[in-house]
Nanobody
Framework: QVQLVESGGGLVQAGGSLRLSCAASGGTFSSYVMGWFRQTPGKEHEFVTAINRKGGRTYYADSVKGRFTISRDNAKNTVYLQMNSLKPEDSAVYYC?????????????????????WGQGTQVTVSS
């Protein structure tokens, strides 16, 4: 069973950048598909991006494509989310998620309930 801890959130002006990290422990990190989701009050988790086990394939929501980049370092048991050109509408609590058995198929990757493990979240606030 893997434990996930996000870090790197904060307050940034529109147009700025942040880099989120998600450190994993307690499992074989390289066996997990990793995803990032975000949530604003009163809404369900929104898919942001996912990366396959070896890090060679990535998938992005249209809303972040070209601005966000997901990557992973299996030697460091960490997945990253580089966020550039941030907009106020990117403000949310960002969560990393993991699953060993999820199929790397876009329609499945977008579904939060397909991931068994979640971090506690990190707040990102983008001011206009």
């Amino acid at each position: 069973q893997v434990q996930l801890v996000e870090s790197g959130g904060g307050l940034v002006q529109a147009g700025g950048s942040l880099r989120l990290s998600c450190a994993a422990s307690g499992g074989t990190f390289s066996s997990y598909v990793m995803g990032w989701f975000r949530q604003t009050p009163g809404k369900e988790h929104e898919f942001v991006t996912a990366i396959n086990r070896k890090g060679g394939r990535t998938y992005y929501a249209d809303s972040v494509k070209g601005r966000f980049t997901i990557s992973r370092d299996n030697a460091k048991n960490t997945v990253y989310l580089q966020m550039n050109s941030l907009k106020p509408e990117d403000s949310a609590v960002y969560y990393c998620a993991a699953d060993q058995d999820i199929a790397y198929i876009n329609d499945i990757l977008r579904v939060g309930s397909k991931y068994n493990y979640w971090g506690q979240g990190t707040q990102v606030t983008v001011s206009s």
